[in-house]
């Protein structure tokens, strides 16, 4: 075998057009790790996701973390999730702080839908910095003024995140009253601290915003973001949305497509203190393995609430106005909701595009001595409603 070309010369190569003979050459070259990674990566570039696995071969994670990424990529791409995600539980196993392995493994459990998705998505945003950049689109544009709306955030879980969430929904809107409902103040300018303990769970946060919620609304109207949901187009606000007692992006409830998504919506205090008083409702606990609080609203009360209290829910038309859910974000909507979306924003630094494709774009993320890859692909989200579940602890 001849000695390993250099990263340089192989790239020189493919950018004459002679990918063949750069292949050739590492081919004949004495292995290693570094040709093994080199000849993977080619292969990638070219979609040739079975040769690029072959290259690094069975024991691709004892090479290193790039090896074992580089290997699970391949494996994403080919549709192969569950061996995906053990190349990149490989990779983070080798290097703890190895930020694409995050990425990438976090893409994989959604497409797989595994709740780990959200801890490793988190950890991606965690070592990539802060998740919204400062000066965000939505704070150069029209500030509306609510008055009759208090922004509202309820987490014990994702403090920084959820802070952040905040700054931006203010940075947007001028809004009549701001409250951080959590264990810590994150000490957010124009934000009141409202201490509450500890949310354990999807089912103890349900249980909160059905039962506790409106103790705490002064406003004829409550804007509830999370830490992946929250204002991006303040001049979207359309004084429309005030026509309805809640209003959320539409989702999948079962069969059913109903408004709407509670992780980014607008609720009347009508519709919090028809919560508090009716019967029925009052027997609603989460921990019963019932309906999360937004799917309880939209589909399991919904019918309950219009005929014994006059609740308005937005028409779907209205609701993907009010907020990118299923669909992602544009400068078309006011807001929106979901961990995936909040990934791609990030990636993209909040460029909003003017219309939205099918689908959302993800990129699975490779470093090899041949440079950085990313490969773009289109997933569908039409994960059920528990996908989008309301904040809970790692």
């Keep these: 075998m001849s000695a390993a070309p250099t990263a340089e010369a192989i790239l020189a190569l493919c950018g004459s057009g002679k990918i063949g003979e750069a292949e050739r050459q590492l081919r004949a070259a004495r292995r290693s790790p570094q040709v093994a990674k080199m000849l993977a990566a080619l292969c990638l570039m070219q979609d040739r996701y079975q040769d690029a696995i072959d290259a690094l071969g069975e024991r691709a994670a004892a090479l290193d973390a790039e090896a074992a990424n580089l290997q699970g990529v391949c494996h994403s791409l080919a549709g192969r999730y569950a061996q ?21 493994a976090g893409l994989t459990a959604f497409l797989l839908g595994r709740p780990e998705e959200k801890r490793l998505l988190h950890q991606w945003l965690r070592l990539t910095g802060p998740a919204i950049p400062a000066g965000a689109a939505a704070a150069s544009r029209a500030r509306p003024r609510l008055a009759d709306v208090t922004l509202c955030c309820v987490d014990t879980a994702y403090h920084d995140l959820a802070a952040e969430a905040l700054r931006a929904s203010l940075a947007a809107c001028d809004f009549g009253d701001a409250l951080f409902l959590s264990d810590r103040d994150c000490h957010v300018p124009g934000v009141r601290h409202v201490p509450v303990a500890p949310i354990r769970s999807t089912a103890d946060y349900s249980n909160f915003m059905i039962h506790r919620l409106y103790e705490h609304i002064g406003t004829a109207f409550a804007l509830v ?14 004084a429309a949305f005030c026509g309805y007692d809640y209003v959320g992006a539409p989702m999948r409830a079962g069969e059913r497509l109903v408004v709407g998504n509670g992780g980014f919506s607008l609720r009347s205090s009508r519709l919090l203190q028809a919560l508090h008083r009716d019967e029925q409702v009052r027997n609603y606990d989460a921990r019963r393995g019932v309906s999360l609080e937004d799917v309880a609203i939209s589909a399991t009360y919904r019918r309950r609430l219009e005929q014994a209290h006059g609740i308005r829910f937005a028409p779907p038309e209205l609701a993907d106005r009010f907020a ?3 669909a992602p974000p544009t400068r078309g909507c006011f807001g929106f909701h979901g961990l995936v979306h909040l990934v791609r924003l990030h990636e993209e630094r909040f460029e909003l595009p003017e219309t939205a494709g099918e689908g959302i774009a993800v990129a699975f993320r490779a470093r090899s001595p041949l440079g950085s890859i990313a490969a773009n692909r289109v997933i569908e989200v039409s994960a059920p409603a528990d996908v989008w579940a309301t904040p809970a602890a790692d």
Excluded: H, T
Excluded at 225 to 238: A, H, K, P, S
């Design 225 to 238: 973001i999370q830490y992946d949901g929250f204002v991006l187009n303040g001049d979207r606000w359309d």
């Design 324 to 326: 990118a859910g299923r």
């Design 84 to 104: 995906a995600g053990a190349r990149y539980e490989a990779a983070i196993s080798a290097d703890p702080a190895y930020a694409d392995a995050y990425l990438n």
